[in-house]
């Protein structure tokens, strides 16, 4: 029962199941530790009145209760009992009917067992019986409360506050039993079915055979009830004046002191615990003779015998003593004898002879040794504390008195609870999923997950994978036999199935017992003939739901008739159909699509008779085929096959199916993307006691939430949302305050990029992972109780409505393996699209030159930085204007390769690696320049070694580019045309291995080769140079010669792999920038047009005003229609001849309109010749001639 988690708010706890008390004593468990470890109690109790009907019962009485009518014919029940007692065996119900019907309820080694039946039947040998086991360790002397309801088929059956749900075997619905009920115990011998348990002993309470109260009627000795040999009952339960104590320290004892030097030795006392080893009872003989001790291992009891200057001597005895049950020890010793009785098997004691000296000590120590002993007679054990209950402790034939060891006026002892026995079975109900075994200690349970398919704490997790997608996606590339679990943690089993590996796709193949045909005759359309289709290694189950998380799934089917008909087309009721999934039955034939009710030939027009829409329907003496693939996947698998016409004279068939083929999986792929502050609502998540939850994410934002399911006042919740860019949290409030687990990558989770998160709750601990990253664990103490009982909504994309949304992808979200449907929810309207679709892919405006589109979901921006271009949608271009002699350099590289960077290099050639600055193998450069002025070096990259890049501009405007790499200078003609014109022009050139591609303009791609004799690769480049190259050292002659007088004009847009020398100038983000400049050079945008930005839609315009829609009337008449034809015909004839008129008016006649020579000079000299003037003056020359006039 969880409790407060602060001191000021009331925590109400409402039960289930209600319980029945006199007295209420708190026992804490645990509680919070962090500030000081203070327990505050305040509690108060609402109820109702209760009633008690109690019945003793000595293991030699018994109730019979007579059915009205000598029979018991019910189609509902609905029978209660409540019980107590120290037996582990006894029969609480029983009753019978002559045709089989059975009704029996008994306590089997301490766990409550309903044996129901509802008839047997002996022609089609059908046994109705069904047993249902609940609780364990029953045998506790406290109330525990039964009821048993049912409804026709359908039992539940309760045993506290556990419930066990079953379906009764058999086909029948009403239980008959005759004459009674037996309560407590069957006297009469002669009953058929007499259970084998003793009749019960203990005490029973408010026994309810629908609605009756036998025990209320056994005290008005009603003439219903029947009580052999009129015996007398006691209608009062008398306590067991035994008192138990708990063990339940890591440092617990207890120590009574005994009858000093007896020469005999007597020590009995009863124990239950699961733990596998502990101290039992220590004691030390008086005059140094030795010591005995008693200890549990591995199930056993464990005697050692220590004597001074002798080996020790040990045995054991008993068997798997840690079943939680209460086992009694009894030893008995003197001089050379030493026998031990368990469980007070008289007549198989275990004796040992052997010659040693017994005198009593003073003292004996039970579960543990004292933690300090300065005692002279200490005690002394290499054995853990015991955990568990002891009680009926004798000492010398004395017993131990529980009330004066609690008053501390005899003995002593330290963490341990008297009068109490606090074992809990905590593998009842089995927390272990998956029918995994669990095995458990006093304070912990592991839980056993071989061959299960399953692992985990709680044998949760499928081993296995959803698909043969799945499979192939982790690099699985084989064909072969594989097993597979669709619903992975849910409640179906993994199967084996046959995988077929393509490089695009994975097919995942099951056969079945119909793969060889089915030869069918004699059938008819009352009578036909039912071929059930049973497919191996999995269930029905199992096959639909591979269907239904596959992408695409086929089934090949194929019917070869002689004389029979299959589908009776085009009119007639079919003969012959096919079931599939959801037991629903297919009137359309493999090749054909659902709800035709043709045949695959019909579809291709192929059909034998065009009549009918398939080959058999035509009813020929001659053997004909119907045959395809079945393709509609929500139809299969294929379940059973009916055939309904071969009983005529000659009629016969034969079908043959196929395997189920499959490929996909639709619970992968399975994507939205949220660009808006919003959310998606599931049906409430109810996971019961453990949840695992999966799904891929990708996103720009720092933080989000991604799911939360909780109750109405959040006291009941679990979140997965992202913190921090680096911090994924599972949050969660499940019965114990609230409590995270953090995973903190070490890399940032918002990059964009795909992660794939798990995350797991359950009793023993919570975690998370993402990627291939460690679990983030955190554990949970023993005592813990998991409580996932949520009333809202699951939410996807928010939590609590709208606080801190998610913006971006989610694909492939499972819950305790189910896949939710993310597409079904998409919604444009709410921000939530279909696949992973942000802003990005339909950009109003796209990023522009290569730059990338950094997706912010609800808006874009675009990353600019690996491109030479600026601005919002990096469509600004970033030029400078070089004055004659001016040059910019910048430093790729301040000193040469090493011999190491050059080895790494050239065994792991990378083009990131160019970043370092040698070897690289690939080159990416663009630009674009504009200038009247030639020759000059455009751009040249320099290295520390003899190679070198150039992009010449030449004396008569053409354009090379020179190359070497390694001894060999390579030329390469970029254009024949003159490029010094004024206009801009650009210049693109790739480099990847030995192959060159350059292109100028929108002229074709020039491809080069560089030849394998040669080295392919740039080493270590050292620098860029515009405008002029000022490098120190040997420069080649050709580069010499068209270096002076250097670019005058403009060049933007430069780029070299990652260097972006003028946007470096201009825009520097580093406070020394490694550019150089040398002369006038000023930014400048080259003469570029101004960006044309895209189409902005309506909807998206925030200027937008709405369209006025002119209305037209269209109910004029036919007569007023032609009207306004006849009189527009009219009106554009006019209109016609009156421009023929003024166009042609001066035919015939010449006028000229020239201008004086205004460029023509006083003297009357000729005019200069206008590109003469531009090269002058460039520019502003015109102006300057205008004004020499």
């Not at 619970?667 to 998540?685: A, C, D, L």
Request: aromatic content about 12%; hydrophobic content about 35%.
């Amino acid at each position: 029962m969880p409790g407060n988690w602060n001191y000021h708010q009331v925590k109400r706890n409402v039960f289930h199941y209600a319980f029945t008390a006199k007295h209420i004593r708190l026992l804490p468990l645990g509680w919070n530790t962090e500030n000081g470890g203070k327990i505050g109690v305040r509690l108060e109790v609402f109820g109702c009145a209760y009633d008690s009907y109690v019945m003793q019962m000595n293991g030699d009485d018994s109730v019979a209760f007579m059915f009205p009518g000598k029979r018991f014919r019910t189609l509902q029940d609905h029978f209660a009992v409540n019980f107590k007692t120290l037996e582990q065996d006894g029969l609480l119900l029983h009753s019978e009917g002559v045709q089989g019907d059975i009704l029996t309820l008994e306590l089997r080694k301490g766990r409550l067992v309903l044996t129901i039946g509802l008839g047997s039947s002996t022609v089609n040998q059908v046994d109705g019986r069904t047993t249902m086991t609940v609780g364990n360790i029953l045998d506790d002397q406290h109330w525990h409360y039964v009821t048993i309801k049912r409804y026709g088929r359908q039992v539940n059956f309760t045993v506290d506050a556990h419930t066990e749900t079953a379906i009764s075997k058999g086909d029948f619905t009403y239980i008959d039993l005759d004459t009674q009920m037996y309560v407590g115990g069957v006297i009469e011998p002669n009953v058929p079915h007499l259970p084998e348990v003793p009749n019960f002993r203990g005490c029973l309470e408010n026994v309810f055979i629908n609605g009756i109260n036998v025990i209320n009627m056994a005290q008005d000795q009603e003439p219903e009830i029947r009580i052999p040999r009129q015996k007398k009952m006691h209608y009062a339960c008398r306590d067991i004046l035994w008192k138990p104590m708990t063990f339940a320290g890591p440092n617990n004892y207890l120590q009574v002191p005994g009858f000093f030097r007896k020469p005999r030795m007597f020590v009995k006392f009863k124990f239950r615990s699961w733990d596998y080893t502990g101290l039992l009872m220590f004691t030390r003989f008086a005059d140094d003779l030795g010591a005995l001790e008693l200890g549990l291992s591995e199930g056993q009891v464990n005697v050692t015998l220590f004597q001074p200057g002798k080996k020790k001597l040990q045995f054991a005895a008993g068997y798997r003593l840690n079943d939680g049950f209460w086992h009694t020890v009894d030893v008995a010793a003197r001089d050379n004898l030493l026998s031990i009785t368990i469980d007070e098997e008289e007549g198989s004691p275990l004796k040992i002879t052997n010659p040693f000296t017994v005198r009593t000590g003073d003292r004996y120590f039970f579960g543990g040794c004292p933690k300090t002993n300065n005692t002279i007679r200490k005690c002394e054990t290499k054995l853990n504390h015991f955990h568990g209950c002891m009680q009926q402790i004798f000492i010398d034939n004395e017993p131990v008195d529980i009330d004066i060891i609690l008053q501390r006026r005899w003995g002593r002892y330290a963490e341990l609870l008297l009068g109490t026995c606090g074992i809990t079975d905590r593998c009842t109900p089995n927390p272990c999923e998956h029918e995994g075994r669990c095995i458990q200690s006093w304070d912990d349970f592991i839980c056993l997950c071989e061959n299960t398919g399953y692992k985990g704490e709680v044998c949760h997790m499928s081993v296995y994978k959803e698909s043969c997608e799945a499979y192939r996606l982790t690099g699985k590339s084989w064909s072969g036999n594989y097993t597979i679990d669709p619903d992975l943690s849910g409640p179906l089993k993994p199967f084996e199935v046959y995988c077929t590996m393509k490089s695009d796709k994975a097919w995942t193949i099951v056969m079945h017992d119909r793969i060889n045909g089915i030869k069918v005759t004699g059938s008819t359309v009352d009578r036909p003939y039912i071929g059930d289709v049973n497919y191996w290694n999995a269930s029905w189950d199992d096959v639909t739901a591979l269907a239904n998380t596959s992408m695409y799934c086929e089934q090949w089917i194929d019917y070869s008739c002689y004389k029979s008909r299959i589908l009776n087309t085009p009119n007639g009721r079919p003969y012959s159909f096919w079931i599939g999934r959801n037991n629903e039955s297919h009137e359309y034939w493999g090749g054909a699509f659902p709800e035709s009710g043709k045949c695959g030939c019909a579809i291709n027009q192929t059909c034998t008779d065009a009549r009918f829409h398939c080959n058999c329907d035509a009813d020929y003496r001659q053997w004909y085929s119907d045959k395809g693939y079945l393709m509609w996947k929500d139809h299969l698998p294929v379940r059973k096959v009916v055939v309904g016409d071969t009983n005529r004279t000659g009629s016969k068939a034969h079908i043959s199916l196929g395997p189920l083929r499959c490929h996909g999986d639709r619970s992968i792929w399975n994507t939205i993307s949220f660009t808006k502050p919003t959310y998606i609502e599931f049906p409430t998540f109810r996971p019961g006691s453990t949840v695992d939850i999966s799904f891929h994410f990708k996103t720009y934002r720092p933080h989000g939430v991604f799911l939360e399911n909780s109750d109405d006042w959040l006291r009941n919740f679990i979140r997965i949302e992202l913190n921090t860019t680096q911090n994924l949290v599972f949050i969660f409030m499940v019965g114990d305050g609230i409590l995270n687990v953090t995973l903190r990558s070490p890399v940032p989770l918002n990059d964009n990029e795909w992660h794939f998160v798990q995350a797991e709750l359950n009793v023993k601990l919570a975690r998370i992972k993402v990627d291939y990253q460690p679990w983030a664990v955190r554990r949970f103490p023993g005592q813990t109780f998991v409580t996932m009982e949520f009333t809202h909504p699951l939410l996807v994309g928010a939590a609590n409505r709208t606080l801190w949304p998610f913006l971006g992808c989610l694909r492939g979200l499972r819950m305790n393996g189910a896949t939710l449907d993310l597409e079904g929810k998409a919604n444009e309207e709410q921000g939530i699209r279909r696949n992973c679709t942000g802003q990005c892919l339909n950009a109003t405006i796209p990023c522009r030159n290569a730059a990338q589109c950094i997706e912010g979901y609800a808006a874009y921006t675009c990353d600019c930085g690996n491109t030479a271009f600026d601005g919002f949608y990096c469509h600004k271009d970033i030029g400078a204007y070089f004055e004659i002699g001016s040059w910019l350099r910048y430093n790729i590289r301040k000193k040469p390769t090493t011999n190491e960077e050059w080895w790494a290099n050239w065994l792991d050639p990378h083009y990131h690696n160019f970043s370092l600055g040698y070897n690289d193998t690939s080159d990416e450069i663009e630009f674009s320049f504009s200038t009247f002025q030639t020759p000059a070096v455009l751009l040249y990259i320099s290295s520390f070694v003899q190679d070198y890049m150039a992009v010449i501009l030449k004396k008569d405007g053409t354009l090379d580019m020179r190359y070497r790499l390694g001894l060999i200078t390579h030329k390469y003609q970029l254009s024949f045309r003159n490029l010094a014109d004024g206009y801009p022009h650009y210049v693109n050139i790739t480099r990847h291995n030995r192959t060159i591609r350059t292109q100028v303009d929108y002229m074709e791609p020039i491809v080069e080769k560089i030849t394998l004799v040669e080295d392919g690769r740039f080493d270590s480049p050292k620098n860029i140079f515009l405008g002029r190259v000022m490098e120190v050292g040997d420069i080649d002659y050709e580069i010499q010669r068209h270096n002076s007088p250097g670019l005058v004009g403009c060049i933007s847009g430069v780029r070299y792999n990652i260097y972006a020398p003028l946007k470096t100038l201009f825009r520097p983000n580093e406070t020394e920038p490694p550019v150089t400049v040398q002369g006038f050079v000023s930014e400048s945008n080259c003469g570029a047009f101004p960006p044309v930005h895209g189409y902005v839609p309506w909807e998206a315009d925030h200027w937008f005003t709405s369209i006025e829609y002119i209305y037209i009337h269209d109910d004029l008449g036919l007569f007023w229609l032609t009207v306004v034809v006849a009189a527009a015909v009219i009106l554009l004839f006019i209109g016609l001849y009156s421009i023929y008129i003024y166009l042609y008016r001066y035919k015939g006649s010449y006028h000229t309109n020239e201008p004086k020579n205004f460029l023509e000079s006083p003297g009357g000299s000729s005019s200069r010749p206008l590109t003469g003037t531009l090269e002058k003056k460039r520019y502003p020359a015109i102006e300057e001639d205008f004004r020499s006039d």
